[in-house]
């Protein structure tokens, strides 16, 4: 061994030692290797782009309402690096609530929910509604006609909720507006809700392990270089879609106008309100997140039950990714009773 690579030998040690790096070196089983067990920690990977390049977006942004969809057109006619950086924020989003989706899919069909991960599941189900409300406090912050009538169909659902949507109504603090509190939630309360849950998420899952199942055993440390590998592939694509498709803002939105349909992510529930009225708007959501609380009560051994919750399972994703197709092509429709 020459000298050089004793003395970065000894520094790795050194350096292993004062930050506990050996707590890495426990087992894994080695299925856990496959791509559909690194879902999760993709999910993960592209929270941490959200994180950081939101922390730059909140530099240029304002949430005063007659101020922010200015700030945005300020920030995409000024500031090419800023502007690239809110790309890969909304790209982001979008990879997160993908990967989110497929991660829940693919613990769905090995039953890794089943005991002693029931809690993992409904931490994971808290974290998905999380997510959701990110995404909608985020989009409604451009102030364009888009975010206005999203805003609009919010407050209209708060309406139907009684006093459970209170916060949701325009007059529930009179000293802030309603954009002005959607950020406030968009940057505080929900960022650290999903770091909490998520903490309990992961600590689960380094206690109870992964329902991989199988003798074979694997170092978590090399586990970790895969998931690095995957990560840097999936930043790649994300940086890749940045880049190609840069993200609309639309014109300043004007209230009492429906025009447009959401964001993808819930056109799920537009296709509701289609079907349904207003009523669609809970009906959609209580149906998803009600069949996801109840799951590792239903399927806890083999037999007509689990049989049963794996069918209408895959039922419910088939009618919610059909339901966003057809969201996507139909016309856009008026829900509240606005002009078109
Ligand atoms: C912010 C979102 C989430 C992150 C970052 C995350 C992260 C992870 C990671 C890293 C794992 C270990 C490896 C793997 O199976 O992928 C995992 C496992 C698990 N997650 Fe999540 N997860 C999230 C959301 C969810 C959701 C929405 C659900 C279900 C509703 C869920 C339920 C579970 C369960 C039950 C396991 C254990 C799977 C098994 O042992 O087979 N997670 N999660």
Redesign the pocket.
């Known amino acids: 061994m020459t000298v050089k690579q004793a003395v970065v030998r000894g520094a790795g040690r050194m350096l292993q030692d004062r930050l506990g790096l050996h707590g890495l070196d426990y087992a894994v089983p080695a299925r856990?290797n496959r791509l559909?067990?690194?879902?999760?920690?993709l999910?993960?990977v592209a929270?941490v782009v959200l994180g950081l390049t939101g922390a730059v977006l909140t530099q240029y942004y304002n949430p005063a309402p007659l101020a922010a969809h200015d700030s945005i057109r300020y920030l995409i006619t000024a500031e090419p690096l800023v502007t690239l950086l809110r790309d890969l924020h909304v790209w982001s989003a979008s990879a997160?609530l993908l990967l989110?989706?497929a991660?829940?899919v693919?613990?769905?069909w090995?039953?890794?929910?089943r005991g002693p991960?029931e809690g993992?599941?409904?931490?994971?189900?808290l974290?998905?509604a999380?997510?959701f409300a990110l995404s909608f406090t985020g989009s409604v912050l451009r102030a364009d006609q888009e975010a206005v009538e999203a805003i609009a169909h919010a407050v209209a659902g708060a309406n139907l909720v009684g006093p459970l949507g209170a916060p949701l109504q325009p007059g529930f603090t009179p000293s802030s507006p309603l954009l002005t509190r959607l950020y406030g939630m968009h940057v505080s309360v929900l960022p650290l809700a999903?770091v909490a849950i998520?903490a309990l998420?992961?600590w689960l899952?380094r206690h109870?392990?992964?329902?991989?199942g199988g003798g074979v055993k694997t170092a978590f440390r090399s586990h970790l270089r895969l998931i690095g590998g995957a990560g840097f592939i999936a930043v790649a694509a994300i940086v890749a879609l940045a880049l190609a498709w840069p993200h609309d803002l639309l014109a300043p939105g004007v209230d009492g106008y429906e025009l447009t349909k959401p964001d993808w992510p819930f056109l799920w529930i537009y296709a509701a309100e289609n079907l349904f009225g207003m009523n669609g708007m809970l009906l959609a959501p209580a149906v998803l997140f009600g069949f996801?609380a109840i799951v590792p009560l239903a399927d806890r051994v083999d037999g007509r039950a689990a049989t049963i919750t794996r069918v209408a399972g895959a039922v419910l994703f088939a009618l919610m990714v059909a339901a966003i197709v057809y969201a996507a092509v139909a016309p856009a429709q008026v829900h509240l009773d606005m002009a078109m």
Do not use: K, N, P, Y
């Open positions: 856990a559909d067990f690194m879902l999760g920690a999910t993960l929270l997160a989110v989706f991660h829940l693919a613990v769905f090995r039953r890794g929910f991960r993992l599941w409904w931490s994971g189900v974290l998905l999380l997510l999903v998520l998420h992961l899952i109870l392990g992964v329902s991989a996801l």
